[in-house]
């Protein structure tokens, strides 16, 4: 929307067999929770929609690099050195990105191996770049 305010919120949002999903709107995007992303029936319709909304978080949460020649793989190393994310946190990045990579260019590879597996591990991503992202306490603001 042209001249709409940037925002952070959760929305609570009535799902198919009256479960509830919840999403995080930030910027104008809506980052949604893992629970979410399992309504899409279509693997790739999971995965490109849940590391699109990865790499809109490092890009705007944590200035990874954005571009046509910047991979996500590049993505991540730049938050990982930049914010000093976890290693398991930047392992799972890195088990969502490739794959993402394996879906899309991979011709034999049609379907993930555990969708369960892949939005546990996006889930437990989202949760720690969040984190990051509001610091030790979401409370303390200094002013001088």
Same mark, same amino acid.
């Not at 104008?28 to 899409?40: D, K, N």
């Not at 590049?74 to 914010?83: F, P, Y």
């Given at each position: @929307? =042209?001249?709409? %305010? #940037?925002?952070? %919120?959760?929305?609570?949002? *009535?799902?198919?067999?009256?479960? &509830?999903?919840?999403?995080?709107?930030? @910027?104008?995007?809506a980052f949604s929770t893992?629970?979410?992303?399992?309504? !899409? =029936?279509?693997?790739?319709? $999971?995965?490109? /929609?849940?590391?699109?909304?990865?790499? &809109?978080?490092?890009?705007?949460?944590? +200035? %990874? *690099?954005?571009?046509?020649?910047? +991979?996500?793989?590049?993505?991540?190393? %730049?938050?990982?050195?930049?914010? +000093?994310?976890?290693?398991?946190?930047?392992? =799972?990045?890195? !088990? $969502?990105?490739?794959? /993402?990579?394996? $879906?899309? &260019?991979? &011709?034999?590879?049609?379907?993930? *191996?555990? /969708?369960?597996?892949?939005?546990?591990?996006?889930d437990s991503v989202e949760?720690?770049? =969040? +984190?990051?992202?509001?610091? *030790?306490?979401?409370? #303390?603001?200094?002013? #001088?």
């Amino acid at each position: @929307m =042209k001249g709409a %305010a #940037s925002f952070s %919120a959760i929305i609570h949002r *009535p799902h198919q067999h009256d479960h &509830h999903t919840q999403d995080f709107c930030t @910027m104008g995007s809506a980052f949604s929770t893992s629970s979410s992303y399992l309504q !899409y =029936k279509n693997d790739f319709e $999971l995965v490109i /929609r849940s590391t699109k909304d990865l790499e &809109h978080l490092l890009e705007t949460g944590f +200035g %990874a *690099p954005s571009g046509k020649n910047i +991979g996500l793989h590049d993505k991540i190393t %730049a938050a990982q050195n930049s914010h +000093g994310l976890s290693q398991d946190t930047v392992k =799972k990045l890195r !088990y $969502l990105v490739t794959i /993402r990579n394996k $879906l899309v &260019h991979d &011709h034999d590879f049609n379907a993930l *191996p555990d /969708r369960v597996h892949f939005a546990k591990s996006y889930d437990s991503v989202e949760k720690e770049l =969040k +984190g990051k992202l509001k610091g *030790p306490s979401s409370s #303390s603001c200094v002013i #001088s």
